[in-house]
């Protein structure tokens, strides 16, 4: 199963798309997402000032008889300076 996310904004608004997006996951998916959440979370708030910061992350697990076998997850999480609104 595999999920993804992307988003380019203040660190607040990316925040708040990191609650909101990827609500449509169900099962496994959604298990490995609500795993990755917190630590997305995290690493976004860390970023404060007038800067904007672009994320791009995605994940995929294995499972054999329910049990994860195999599991990766990469991000990257980049800041932006002289982000004009």
């Not at 993804?4 to 708040?16: C, E, H, Y």
Request: with cysteine; net charge negative; aromatic share 8%.
């Amino acid at each position: 199963m595999s999920w993804s996310f992307n988003a380019v904004g203040k660190p607040a608004a990316v925040l708040q798309a990191i609650e909101t997006q990827n609500t449509g996951l169900t099962g496994q998916s959604k298990e490995e997402w609500d795993e990755a959440k917190p630590a997305l979370k995290a690493l976004v708030g860390a970023n404060v000032g007038n800067i904007a910061v672009e994320v791009a992350a995605n994940g995929h697990a294995s499972f054999t008889d329910g049990v994860k076998s195999h599991g990766q997850c990469s991000a990257t999480i980049r800041s932006i300076y002289g982000f004009v609104e």
